[in-house]
Nanobody, 127 residues
């Protein structure tokens, strides 16, 4: 059974940093795109960042570009989201997602493009 488990969320002051982790089990995703989405209070779920199987192709939402970095460790079947210079508007539940298709050369940004999802981890940024 495929399972994605996020960790690393918490409460942080504006300007601080957090690193989120997503550990996968039940399937190896070394050849699959993985991504992070988030959903803030009263908002739709939105794309944050994604990385293809090579690790060399990434994409980010404009709102986080330059502050967040997505990377993966295929040996550990894990993807990370490094979040720096956090702002109160970054407050949301962050979800890890994986594409069932292998060898996709570009990062897709719609939630419907992904097949497996974690339960989410809460990130709260105080002002």
């Amino acid at each position: 059974q495929v399972q994605l488990v996020e960790s690393g969320g918490g409460l942080v002051q504006a300007g601080g940093s957090l690193r989120l982790s997503c550990a996968a089990s039940g399937r190896t995703f070394s050849l699959h795109t993985m991504a992070w989405f988030r959903q803030g209070p009263g908002k739709e779920r939105e794309f944050v960042g994604g990385v293809t199987w090579t690790g060399g192709t990434t994409a980010y939402a404009d709102s986080v570009k330059g502050r967040f970095t997505i990377f993966r460790d295929n040996a550990k079947n894990t993807v990370y989201l490094q979040m720096n210079t956090l702002k109160p508007e970054d407050t949301a539940v962050y979800y890890c997602a994986a594409d069932r298709r292998a060898l996709t050369p570009v990062v897709l940004t719609a939630s419907s493009d992904y097949d497996y999802w974690g339960q989410g981890t809460q990130v709260t940024v105080s002002s």
